[in-house]
């Protein structure tokens, strides 16, 4: 009869081991919220204005698209810049007059950064050395990018906000829950470690004790 027992505590173990293994990576899935996502793939439909004079002036581009994000930087021949984040379809670039000296034009694209991103298609700026009717349109384009540049001003800084708080979220969650990883790493993943480890112990003892108890018994004759 012992032997039984035996033989079913120890099935028993078996099956907590089993479960104990199994809720090591299942917590961070069922439990945990979302973490990051990868970021998109930048795209370029238009940038305005798309030529100027080489006189020398500086100016803000507005490049429309999609895909764009806080991080995303734009490069000019490769060059990177400081952009301005405007939102996920509009993003604001300034050049300078070492851009358009000497040159003809050059390529504007936006990159993003890993998890995922990339780099978008790109767009030729083309540089009017000698064209009097562009400065006209030069100026009144700049006026209304540094314009729009104000306007949106706001609801960039809600957005960054927003995702401030979204992270902030994010690790708080991970800290409760833990992640999908194969040791423990949230407190609820501790706790149900810890309970079970708990109960492996409570188990080895009785069939360690069971078995010492049926060793010292005295056989009896029939």
């Avoid at 990177?80 to 007059?97: E, G, K, P, Q, Y």
Wanted: charged content about 10%; overall charge positive.
């Amino acid at each position: 009869m012992n032997k039984i027992n035996n033989n079913k505590i120890i099935l028993s173990l078996k099956v907590l081991s089993l479960l104990a293994f199994c809720l090591l990576l299942i917590p961070a899935k069922v439990f945990a919220t979302p973490g990051y996502v990868d970021n998109p793939t930048p795209y370029i439909s238009s940038i305005t204005p798309n030529s100027i004079n080489n006189l020398g002036s500086n100016m803000v581009i507005t490049i429309t698209g999609n895909g764009f994000i806080p991080s995303s930087i734009v490069r000019i021949n490769g060059s990177d810049r400081t952009a301005t984040f405007i939102d996920s379809t509009h993003i604001l670039v300034r050049i300078n007059s070492n851009d358009i000296s000497d040159t003809d034009g050059f390529y504007i694209n936006v990159f993003n950064g890993f998890p995922g991103g990339g780099y978008s298609n790109a767009e030729f700026f083309t540089v009017n050395k000698n064209n009097s009717t562009t400065i006209t349109s030069t100026t009144t384009n700049t006026e209304n990018n540094i314009n729009n540049n104000n306007t949106y001003s706001n609801t960039n800084q809600t957005q960054n906000t927003t995702t401030k708080n979204s992270n902030f979220n994010n690790l708080a969650s991970t800290a409760i829950f833990g992640s999908n990883s194969f040791f423990p790493s949230g407190l609820i993943q501790w706790i149900l470690f810890a309970i079970i480890i708990l109960l492996i112990i409570i188990l080895a003892r009785r069939i360690f004790g069971a078995h010492a108890k049926y060793n010292e018994a005295p056989m009896k004759s029939p």
